[in-house]
């Protein structure tokens, strides 16, 4: 009792010194919360992402912050446990968060109906519910880039283009890891084979992927023309591992955004060569936004995290997360003035308009109903030290990906009842 | 040919798992303490061998032995400092002991290395081997004999001087006291021990799939294999390991197609219970558990 | 001085089993009571739907455990995948059209059901193994609920809890789901208090100090060790569905994984075996310290003090978790309770040093 008395004096004292200590500035800040997955399961992107959201907040506050109010980003370690997370968001919606971040599909899902009853808005890079692209149900969800079905199409749109004379007879195969996340694209694809005429054939392997040599010999069996792998984190690696050794040509096989130079690295950087994967954003030092993070923030130490990931695949998608808020910010101040709120965030973000973050990402466009941004993406190979793009920036058959999106949407208005 | 090649794959893999359950039982056999902490204890073997090679670049002749050395001293220092106040203390709470542990190492190793997955090269090339149709994973190959290996190191230090004092203690703790055999030491050994078949094991498993916490996730297979062979039985861990890698193999290959797939991890759980309420002592081990 | 025993003389047999014979204790529990009936007026909201809420339900479900680790004496690793069980199996009655009150009275049977299965290990064996046998059923539910799409709701493998009406009024907002928890954890603490002073509560302790000799005076072990996985494993369903509903609104098979049941497991042990005070401060410590050591090592941070990378802050709470349990395990065994004991009989005779009986 008295260790709960302490506790919650001690927490109450603490929150209390944590807004004192947001030194008293000439205009309010503006908060961003994350309560990212260092521990536990996405320990494989969670380092570079956030290491990236903060070095372009620090960025953006060494330029004078969004028209003139600093930038603050609170992160907060959830360890994939959604009560820390639902934890983590009261704690940032009170003391006064516009945005919230937590790259984790479990957390997120567990927050969603609460963001959604609160009208907290919620970033979902790349992952979390692929339904949120509708805005209608999904108000304050704002994936703002294409999402697993996307990803899906895109991937599907490319090997297209590859094989001459279409797919039509052709065999795609699909290692997924065995958990909602594997299966998620499996209705997107079984679409697209009745459209185009392919095979399509799964293979599960378990969670958390350390061991596929099974899973790969029945593929083998299969022999299919085209394979896609979709993991995450540690299976990746394992994944391309087994389909060379059971010798499946690398420039044949493709991967679902989570593969990076880390995992190509580990693989064996010359060995990986050819390997496919989803881009979303570009990777890589090039992109000006980058360059300006490394003359502003690298170079006078204030920099979040190593020097040498600075351009790495998961620090660009952080870097484009938060330049994402920053242009929908601007927008709201802009058009609906001070102070910023999370409704006023979502108007603003809602008007982002071919936004391209200084090359890092394709042009996004989001409106109200659609809170995608467009869907674009492109494929990129592992040329042995980095990926270089092997496509242009498009987007691939958005009916199909609309289509399950209204429909999913749908049932989850129903069930909320 | 689909069949073989599931099968020797899979029996290799076992071995490999086979070699974690080894520290299970190594502790047991000493001490009647089921190390649910051994998952853990890989983890950290495997950690140690990457930062002694990339780290600090030691070669890697070098970093292993170094590393067996130190999870030897790591594992007789938890059993010094956690284990030997619980004597006597219910099962429970030393079960408890072993997974507060477990949590903690989880915690702490990835603290101070990084979270991110880490490469650990110990030089096995990618190429398959091929015997006939069949192909082997040269990774399987190497980690199934070395687990081999070392399983009959174990069992042949069993016949050593020092072996048969650990199988004394296992035997009746009170009676190796009245003989003369320094209980404490005889456990402190077998812990050690546990920790250098966690540094193996590590090596071999982190070199598979990279280096980070999801090495402690073995714990739940190596278990099956320890049950399944008897908790305290060095023979019984391989002739289970090779069964339960099997049977993991095999079975999803034919029944995954019927229900789409993930059953691969049925089947360690379901051996568990099926073991447990047929044959509770395993296939191999000492019947001395109490029944209702 | 503070607790005056002179003076309290029992004239009924009722009055001599009262819970709490010293008034005292009396108006401590009753303090208590109304802080926890005042507090969503007195708490800002973060405090009451971050810290209080989850509170109340874990304790609940510590409760439910306790009454087969403390009073039972069995072990129990898998009680997540029997909360789980009651959770989707009330969510998905209560979308069917059933009214909450018998959803989740119902959610609380197919646990016990189910969580009977559990039991039956205990048949056969006792101890390590049993524990071994419940941690290979908790990965067998948790393949279940998250491979039959019909349990989990769909590849989105989210089930929303539907809004639902408790006495015909519709429970919505914070306040309204904190009384819902608050009165179901009430019950079952009551529940529990009144576990010892009844013929079943005296044969789980007799069956569980040693259960041959307990057969040989004539109590069936067997029957009552399944009776006490029944009532347990009913009250982790019931604690599942408080969840479900209360609190997280949205249930994913993460949320009921091995984690949890090891945490409910270091609970009990760590607030004290068969006690009902230590299942409260169980709770509380293990669910509340991760947070407030995570806000703590965050403002440190922040504040410049703690020159660490933001992976070591992130992973210090779960070493200290890890470190807790082994700390207790180690140095106080007895738990929480026992600590609380030795403080109150401290201030039992305070300012003597000891009493002279």
């Excluded at chain 1, 929150?15 to 990212?36: E, M, N, R």
């Excluded at chain 2, 096995?124 to 082997?136: A, C, H, K, S, T």
């Excluded at chain 3, 800002?44 to 455990?65: D, F, H, K, Q």
Aim: glycine share 10%; hydrophobic share 50%.
């Amino acid at each position: 009792m008295r260790k709960m008395i302490t506790g919650l004096a001690l927490a109450a004292g603490l929150s209390a010194t944590a807004l004192a200590s947001a030194a008293a500035q000439d205009k309010a800040p503006i908060k961003v919360g994350t309560a990212l997955d260092f521990t536990a399961v996405y320990t494989f992107v969670t380092a570079e992402y956030s290491q990236g959201q903060r070095d372009y907040i620090a960025l953006l506050n060494a330029k004078g912050g969004i028209k003139g109010h600093p930038v603050e980003i609170m992160v907060v370690d959830t360890g994939n446990q959604p009560q820390r997370g639902i934890e983590a968001y009261e704690r940032f919606k009170s003391e006064g968060a516009v945005l919230v971040d937590f790259l984790s599909t479990p957390v997120s899902r567990a927050v969603v109906p609460r963001a959604l009853g609160d009208g907290m808005n919620v970033v979902t890079m790349f992952h979390g519910r692929s339904d949120a692209a509708d805005g209608k149900v999904f108000p304050t969800i704002f994936p703002m880039t294409p999402a697993y079905w996307s990803q899906a199409t895109a991937i599907v749109k490319y090997i297209e283009g590859q094989e001459k004379g279409g797919l039509k007879g052709k065999r795609i195969a699909l290692v997924m890891i065995d958990s909602p996340f594997g299966r998620e694209p499996v209705p997107v694809f079984e679409e697209l084979s009745k459209r185009l005429g392919y095979e399509f054939a799964t293979f599960p392997y378990p969670s958390p992927g350390n061991e596929q040599s099974a899973t790969w010999t029945q593929l083998r069996r299969d022999k299919p023309d085209w394979t896609i792998i979709w993991g995450a984190g540690g299976g990746q690696p394992v994944s391309v591992r087994e389909a060379m050794r059971n010798g499946v040509p690398l420039d044949h096989l493709a991967s679902v955004i989570w593969i990076s130079e880390t995992d190509a690295n580990i693989i064996g950087a010359d060995q990986t060569k050819g390997l496919l994967r989803f881009e979303g954003v570009a990777s890589g030092k090039d992109p000006a936004v980058i360059k300006a993070i490394q003359q502003e923030v690298v170079a006078k130490g204030k920099a979040a995290g190593p020097a040498e990931k600075v351009g790495s695949t998961y620090y660009n998608i952080g870097v484009a997360s938060m330049a994402l808020f920053a242009e929908g910010a601007r927008r709201a101040l802009d058009k609906e003035g001070e102070p910023l709120t999370p409704a006023k965030l979502k108007h603003g973000l809602e008007s982002i308009k071919d936004f391209t973050a200084d090359g890092l990402l394709p042009p996004v466009t989001i409106t109200s109903e659609d809170h995608q941004g467009g869907g674009r993406g492109r494929i990129a190979a592992w040329d042995g030290s980095k990926w270089t793009a092997k496509s242009d920036w498009s987007a691939a058959y958005q009916d199909i990906v609309w289509n399950l999106v209204h429909k999913s949407a749908e049932e989850f208005k129903a069930s909320g009842k | 040919m689909y069949l073989a090649e599931l099968a020797i794959n899979g029996a290799l893999v076992g071995l490999m798992y086979a070699l974690v359950a080894l520290g299970i039982v190594l502790v047991f056999k000493a001490s009647g303490v089921a190390n649910l902490a051994q998952g853990a204890l890989t983890m950290v073997g495997a950690y140690v061998v990457w930062w002694l090679a990339a780290g600090l670049g030691a070669p890697l002749w070098a970093a292993m032995p170094l590393a067996l050395a130190a999870m030897f001293l790591f594992g007789r220092g938890l059993e010094r400092v956690a284990l030997r106040r619980m004597v006597g203390q219910p099962v429970i709470m030393i079960i408890m002991l072993t997974l507060g542990l477990e949590i903690l190492l989880r915690g702490a190793a990835p603290a101070l290395a990084g979270a991110t997955m880490k490469r650990l090269d110990i030089g096995i090339g990618q190429q398959p081997i091929f015997l006939g149709d069949i192909l082997v994973n040269r990774a399987y190959l190497v980690g199934g004999v070395v687990a081999l290996a070392l399983i009959g190191l174990s069992l042949l230090f069993f016949n050593s001087r020092q072996g048969i004092m650990l199988r004394a203690v296992s035997d009746d703790q009170t009676a190796s006291w009245a003989a003369g055999i320094r209980v404490e030491q005889a456990i402190g050994l077998s812990w050690g021990l546990a920790g250098i078949a966690a540094a193996c094991a590590g090596i071999l498993w982190g070199s598979v799939q990279g280096v980070d916490w999801t090495l402690s996730l073995l714990l739940i297979k190596a278990l099956a294999v320890a049950i399944l062979g008897g908790l305290d039985s060095i023979v019984g861990v391989v002739v289970a390991g090779v069964a339960i890698g099997v049977l993991e193999n095999v079975i999803p290959g034919y029944i995954d197609p019927l229900v789409g797939g993930g059953t691969r991890d049925l089947v360690a759980s379901t051996v568990i219970l099926l073991t447990i309420l047929v044959r509770p002592f395993g296939l191999f081990g000492r019947e001395d558990i109490e029944r209702v | 001085m503070f607790y005056r025993l002179a003076g309290i003389r029992h004239t009924s047999y009722a009055a001599d089993r009262a819970l709490w014979p010293v008034p005292v204790d009396r108006w401590q529990i009753g303090v208590l009571l109304a802080l926890a009936l005042a507090a969503p007026f007195v708490l800002p909201n973060l405090y009451l739907s971050s810290y209080l809420l989850p509170w109340i339900i874990w304790s609940t479900a510590a409760l439910g455990l306790n009454l087969l680790m403390g009073w039972a004496g069995q072990i129990h690793l898998g009680y997540a995948a029997v909360m789980a069980i009651g959770a989707y199996g009330t969510i998905h009655l209560v979308r069917a059209g059933m009214p909450f009150e018998l959803a989740i009275v119902a959610g609380g049977l197919l646990s016990a059901v189910i969580g009977l299965v559990f039991g039956f290990a205990a048949l056969r064996v006792k101890g390590l193994y049993l524990a071994i046998s419940t941690l290979a059923m908790q990965y067998l539910v948790d393949w279940i609920i998250s491979h039959v799409p019909a349990i989990s709701g769909g590849s989105q493998a989210t089930l929303q809890a539907p809004n639902f009406r408790v006495l015909g009024l519709p429970v919505a907002g914070d306040f309204a789901r904190y009384y819902v928890a608050l009165a179901v954890c009430l019950l079952v603490t009551l529940f529990l208090l009144n576990v010892g002073r009844t013929s079943f509560g005296r044969a789980l302790v007799a069956v569980r100090e040693k259960d041959f000799a307990a057969a040989i005076l004539g109590v069936n072990t067997f029957y009552f060790k399944l009776l006490a996985f029944w009532c347990s494993s009913f009250l982790g369903g019931v604690s599942g569905v408080l969840l479900a509903f209360c609190y997280y609104r949205a249930v994913t098979p993460e949320q009921f994984n091995l984690d949890v049941s090891i945490q409910a497991v270091a609970m009990v042990i760590v607030g004290g075996m068969g006690s009902v005070m230590g299942s409260y401060l169980g709770a509380a410590l293990v669910l509340l310290a991760p947070i407030v050591l995570n806000n703590l090592v965050g403002t440190l941070a922040q504040a410049g003090a703690l020159p660490v990378s933001q992976e070591i802050l992130s992973h210090i709470p779960l070493i200290l978790y890890g470190g807790l349990i082994v700390a207790f395990l180690l140095f106080e065994p007895l738990g929480l309770a026992k600590v609380y004991d030795n403080l109150r009989n401290y201030f039992l005779v305070w300012p003597f040093r000891h009493a002279r009986h």
